[in-house]
């Protein structure tokens, strides 16, 4: 029955009484399509044709593709195979006493193998109805056994063409036409990280996700908290979704697309009880398979939503074939030397870096201009395209989400790829010089002329754990799925600031000002809050999902939240700030970190953070997460702060709940008793405990030369508090950027017994070894 269909029968048979919707239907054999070419004379003429063709010659590809695909649909269907299709048919319409619509796809028995999907390479037929158009669309699935990109994909692989049969699944059409469909991976395509389900949804029929036609929304899920029943919604990314494909009545193509409405563009195509729904069903389809294959096996699957009903259902699965087969050992991490000019940005896909002369591709005629290391780009890319995409540097398209033909072809040939540009084609001309870089988390970038870049691959096998805890700094949340498989002990600084001016950009008090807001203000909320009615909430979600993509990546190690500390001037940059912010003269040192969240002029604004943590915490189940507080002056405000967090739940000790404060003032290192006994630790900013500790401006030039950790005032502050921490039971860790810069300063630490250290990701393995280096010789001294 070829994998596609073996799969949806198998899932019908056993995972439809547990709740997960296969739409009916039925089956060809492998057989059947053998027969037919014995009974035709088909299969001597077909390898006759083969054995003439050059498979890495554009032009003979097409040629000697287009002569079997001709040969096929020459030849009658055997009128044994053609009765039982459509017996078979009438069965399938008899429940509802009419001709059914069906889809008609095609599943060869070589594909969706462990070390090769196959996908896309034969044809797929939406829409059919009425025994000729079945009849009609069986016959041109045979024939799409030799599309130009089938034949390739089948060399590439080794696989012997004349080896390798069709079956054609029928199945029942689901009225996605009228509401929504998409994709979704078990595992997270770009990073390999498991824990995660990726959905894709656009309006109208799947096609226009799968081949890249329309820039979906794009959520996350996590796993091991979904599977304790909560609503651990990482992250929901709003897609353009400018088109729709539906049943096109009384037309040629029995599918058209139309456009979507702009009001309708801007929300979300699911709801949030429908993305948990499919996110279960991928677990239970992966467990599974998992479970007969007596290995892990993350699941590659399309599902669509009947709008008739409003019933979901999945409606094809095949076993992930590009990151659940990476080393887990290994990691390679891409970096440019240096950075010019961005052209063009788009979702990423992969994480490497590409470089070369632009090639726009318009049409399939244009392929066999294409050369050798050039960089792709065009609208959205086709099957048929494939044996000129693995030639490729890059590839770039305007169109296309994550899961689409470009990202799946380009993650498979290990090409970096940038989608959903919107306008490459017209940015970008052919022969220029461009850089596409995926190595800077989910936004791909292109830059002007050729970069220079390095590679950094380290193997983490024989890499021991030190006594002291290795954390790390992250600040983006889209990086940190792929980060967190770097050995580490958890994250030890994950900054709000980034989240809130990335994910969120606007400023707090304007979101619960909104309706005070002039047009012009308010337009701007609008803009950056698209698909929020409640614009608050807006700030709660986003927020929440930031710090939630985190905290999901490193679960369930300790992951250490710094609530928001902004400056003045940082937050005046915000959308809407500069009405509610103060012009100080020195905003480092003013309305920062834990004076603000007490203040009556922030305290609903500090609320929605507190929201946002809490959301994770409790709806999400990610208890891993600790909250720290900054720039606290005094113990008396480290209550303050505490009991306007209590306010909305967030009670240190309840429910595991850990609060930190930073250690970057004099009076933290002073009075460390006093901070231990209401807080559970300290995080030692060296970068402000430096600044105040030698009375240096750090953004100052003038005086740069005198800021220096090493300085010997800093490190007894530092010694001082470690030992005072330590003698109270509080936990002690750094997280500043002195033991990323200075191996020395690692060791000085070490020796103080310092609990953790937070590095900066690329400082990580490196003073791992240096840090267990220095353990094995403070211990070896007698």
Same mark, same amino acid.
């Given at each position: ?29 492998? =057989? ?142 689901? #009225? ?26 656009? !309006? ?18 996590? *796993? ?6 909560? +609503?651990?919604?990482? *992250? ?23 456009? %979507? ?8 195509? /699911? ?43 999945? %409606? ?30 788009? +979702?990423? %896909? ?60 380009? #993650? ?38 050729? /970069? ?104 369930? &190690? ?7 500390? =902004? &400056? ?29 969240? !007490? ?36 113990? $008396? $405000? ?13 009670? #240190? ?38 600044? /105040? ?7 100052? $030039? ?62 990580? %393995? ?10 094995? *010789? ?5």
């Amino acid at each position: 029955m070829g994998g596609k269909n073996a799969s949806l029968g198998e899932m019908y048979r056993q995972l439809t009484p547990r709740g997960v919707r296969i739409p009916n239907g039925f089956a060809t054999t492998a =057989f059947a399509y053998s027969t037919f070419l014995e009974e035709t004379g088909l299969d001597e003429k077909i390898a006759q044709v083969l054995s003439g063709m050059n498979v890495n010659d554009v032009d003979s590809l097409q040629h000697h593709g287009l002569i079997i695909r001709h040969m096929i649909l020459e030849a009658p269907l055997p009128d044994a195979l053609s009765h039982a299709i459509v017996e078979a048919y009438h069965q399938l319409g008899s429940a509802h006493h009419e001709l059914a619509d069906v889809a008609v796809r095609s599943s060869a028995t070589a594909e969706d193998l462990p070390d090769a999907s196959f996908a896309g390479q034969q044809e797929t037929y939406l829409n059919v109805r009425g025994q000729a158009s079945l009849l009609d669309a069986c016959h041109r699935c045979y024939a799409s056994l030799f599309t130009d990109r089938a034949i390739s994909y089948r060399a590439n692989h080794g696989y012997d063409h004349m080896q390798v049969a069709l079956s054609i699944g029928i199945q029942q059409m689901v #009225r996605s036409d009228l509401a929504t469909s998409g994709v979704m991976f078990s595992i997270d395509t770009e990073s390999g990280f498991r824990d995660a389900v990726l959905i894709n949804a656009a !309006y109208g029929l799947g096609e226009n996700v799968v081949q890249g036609s329309v820039n979906p929304d794009e959520y996350y899920v996590f *796993k091991p908290t979904l599977k304790e029943g909560l +609503r651990p919604i990482l *992250k929901k990314a709003i897609g353009t979704k400018a088109m729709k494909l539906v049943y096109d009545v009384g037309g040629s193509k029995m599918t058209k697309n139309v456009p %979507v409405s702009p009001d309708q563009a801007n929300r979300f195509a /699911l709801s949030d009880d429908d993305i948990l729904n499919l996110a279960r069903w991928a677990c239970d389809i992966e467990n599974h398979f998992s479970q007969r294959r007596g290995a892990a096996c993350p699941m590659d699957m399309e599902w669509a939503k009947d709008g008739r009903t409003g019933e979901l259902f999945i %409606v094809q699965a095949r076993p992930e074939t590009v990151q659940s087969r990476k080393s887990a050992t290994t990691h390679e991490r891409f970096h440019l030397k240096q950075k010019s000019k961005q052209l063009l940005s788009g +979702r990423s %896909v992969g994480e490497k870096i590409g470089s070369g002369p632009v090639r726009l591709i318009h049409d399939v005629h244009q392929l066999r201009d294409f050369a050798d290391g050039e960089i792709l780009v065009t609208d959205k890319t086709d099957p048929d395209w494939e044996p000129v995409m693995k030639r490729a540097a890059g590839i770039i398209t305007n169109r296309g989400g994550r899961t689409c033909h470009a990202a799946i072809v380009s #993650r498979e040939l290990g090409l970096p790829a940038i989608v959903g540009t919107i306008n490459a084609t017209e940015v970008l001309q052919n022969g220029q010089q461009v850089t596409i870089s995926c190595a800077e988390g989910d936004e791909g970038v292109v830059y002007e002329g050729q /970069l220079p870049f390095e590679v950094e691959t380290t193997d983490f096998s024989t890499l021991q754990r030190p006594k002291t805890k290795i954390m790390m700094n992250v600040g983006s949340p889209d990086e940190a799925f792929a980060l967190s498989l770097i050995p580490n002990d958890g994250v030890g600084l994950a900054r709000e600031e980034f989240i809130i001016s990335t994910y969120v950009k606007v400023h707090p008090q304007a979101l619960l000002d909104y309706q005070q807001l002039d047009d012009v203000a308010r337009a701007e909320v609008d803009k950056a809050s698209m698909g929020y009615d409640d614009k608050p909430q807006f700030y709660v979600d986003r927020l929440a999902e930031g710090i939630a993509m985190i905290t999901a990546a490193f679960y369930p &190690k300790e992951v250490i939240v710094r609530l928001s500390d =902004f &400056k003045t001037n940082e937050y005046a940059n915000l959308i809407g700030g500069a009405a509610y912010e103060p012009k100080e003269e020195n905003p480092m040192l003013g309305f920062r970190g834990a004076s603000r969240y !007490y203040s009556p002029q922030f305290r609903d604004a500090f609320g929605l953070e507190c929201k946002a943590v809490q959301k994770v915490r409790q709806e999400m189940g990610l208890r891993n997460l600790k909250l720290m507080i900054p720039f606290c002056r005094t113990v $008396e $405000e480290g209550r303050k702060v505490q009991d306007e967090m209590a306010k909305y739940g967030l009670v #240190r000790g309840q429910d595991g709940l850990e609060i930190y404060v930073m250690c970057e003032i004099p009076s933290n290192v002073i009075l460390a008793d006093q901070f231990a006994e209401i807080f559970d630790g300290f995080s030692i900013g060296s970068n402000d405990l430096t600044q /105040l500790t030698l009375g240096v401006d750090r953004d100052s $030039e003038i005086v740069a030369h005198v800021f220096d950790e090493n300085n010997e005032a800093v490190k007894r502050s530092i010694a001082s508090v470690i030992q005072t921490a330590k003698a109270n039971g509080a936990k002690i860790g750094i997280c500043g950027q002195a033991p990323s810069d200075y191996p020395e300063f690692a060791e000085f630490l070490v020796e103080q017994g310092i609990d953790s250290i937070s590095l900066t990701p690329d400082a990580v %393995v490196k003073t791992t070894m240096n840090v267990l280096e220095v353990e094995n *010789k403070l211990h070896s001294i007698p």
